[in-house]
């Protein structure tokens, strides 16, 4: 991707952080902040006016533990993002707006040298900030990890639970769903409905009560605090900083692959998404296919995963690597058989890899799923792909 000018550089660099689930900034040459997202407005108190100008370690004002200085003018901070290496600190001290101390951990994506060629020194890096609470590791007793990619499943003090076995089954879908509320209340009235549509408020208000206090005693008796599910008037909350939950993880994953490859690193992007695509099971709480609570998240996470694969495809062939990114479409295809732009794709990958029959074969299947499952053919431009196929033979060139 290239732009047109120095704006546009800038409004995509803005955009990258805008869209990061972590705190973050963007950089100029000259050290000053171009970009700055509500996470970093919430972690240090500047909003993006009183950010945007300054010199990142005027704003930052980073020092290591011990108290040695970590940002100033010509910093190796800068240095190592100026020779286009990335720069990360596991823990360091930065200063809020107030005057306190915020701990947290640095990373970053440093602008390649072709991205520097094509771009200028509009934007130097991309740097993620996190808050050590929730970087640094737990004490066990207070950790409960939740699984719900390909199944729902919990990890508390290192050891997996065996809901199976908990005497109240409601009391694992009320976790559940607080889970896909994670760190909102949820009124009493919701719950009520979610578990026990059929019943009274006084008989459902009664059965919640219990449930809740056996869901508070299974947790304590595999050393999770009373205090992860909180009691707000009417509601309850699932604490978020008791809480590690896989789609957090997934997520910011596939954020930083997406910054990585706007910036040509595609090594890097794979890295990330090949770790998305490892915490990626199946889809979210796929056992609660009738739970309506839970299907629009579901829905969200499942397009995110298709668009990942997608992005991994493409790192794949930037780097040459036809037969991998030919594997990709072909999983998202088992995945979701219908999506005809992975059949798309995967012809062009097959033509440019020398398999032009391959490519027919899959146009001729992608022609029997759409037209068994919907009473469709291929789009025009699918139409279009499979005739240059196969007057061109090895010599097509499909176009994207």
């Known amino acids: 991707m290239e732009f047109s000018g120095s704006d546009e550089v800038i409004t995509h660099a803005t955009d990258l952080v805008e869209f990061a689930s972590d705190a973050a900034l963007a950089i100029d040459v000259d050290d000053r902040v171009v970009a700055w997202n509500v996470g970093a407005q919430q972690m240090l108190g500047y909003n993006p006016s009183e950010a945007i100008g300054q010199r990142c370690c005027n704003v930052l004002q980073a020092t290591l533990p011990g108290g040695e200085p970590l940002c100033h003018p010509d910093c190796d901070v800068l240095r190592s993002f100026r020779n286009c290496i990335p720069y990360n600190v596991p823990s360091c001290r930065l200063r809020h707006q107030s005057g306190k101390w915020v701990m947290a951990s640095i990373s970053s994506v440093a602008m390649s040298e072709r991205a520097r060629r094509l771009y200028g020194d509009k934007i130097l890096a991309i740097i993620f900030l996190r808050d050590e609470a929730i970087v640094a590791p737990v004490p066990q007793h207070h950790t409960l990890q939740v699984f719900t990619l390909g199944g729902f499943g919990i990890v508390a003090g290192g050891h997996s639970i065996d809901i199976g076995k908990w005497k109240r089954k409601h009391a694992v879908t009320l976790l559940k769903y607080l889970v896909t509320q994670l760190d909102h209340p949820v009124h009493r009235e919701r719950l009520i409905d979610c578990l026990w549509p059929d019943v009274d408020e006084k008989q459902g208000w009664g059965r919640l009560k219990v449930t809740m206090y056996c869901l508070r005693q299974e947790l304590r008796a595999n050393g999770v605090s009373d205090e992860a599910v909180k009691t707000i008037d009417n509601a309850y909350l699932l604490r978020r900083d008791v809480i590690w939950v896989d789609t957090d993880v997934f997520e910011r994953f596939v954020v930083e692959g997406q910054a990585l490859q706007q910036l040509e690193q595609w090594s890097d992007a ?41 992005r991994t495809a493409e790192c794949y062939v930037e780097l ?3 037969a991998d990114a030919i594997h990709i479409c072909r999983k998202a295809l088992v995945f979701d058989p219908c ?17 032009p029959d391959l490519a027919q074969v899959q146009y001729r299947h992608c022609h029997q799923v759409l037209a068994r499952e919907f009473g469709v053919q291929p789009l025009p431009e699918t139409q279009r792909l499979y005739q240059k196929i196969l007057i061109g033979g090895d010599n097509t060139q499909a176009s994207g």
């Open 339 to 355: 999506r005809e732009n992975f059949h798309f794709i995967l012809m062009e990958y097959l033509v440019k890899d020398g398999r």
């Open 270 to 310: 794979l890295d990330r998404y090949n770790e998305a695509r490892h915490l990626y099971q199946g889809d979210y709480l796929e056992e609660e296919t009738y739970s309506d609570w839970c299907a629009e998240e579901r829905e969200r996470l499942h397009e995110l995963y298709l668009e990942m694969l997608a």
């Open 320 to 322: 040459g690597q036809y």
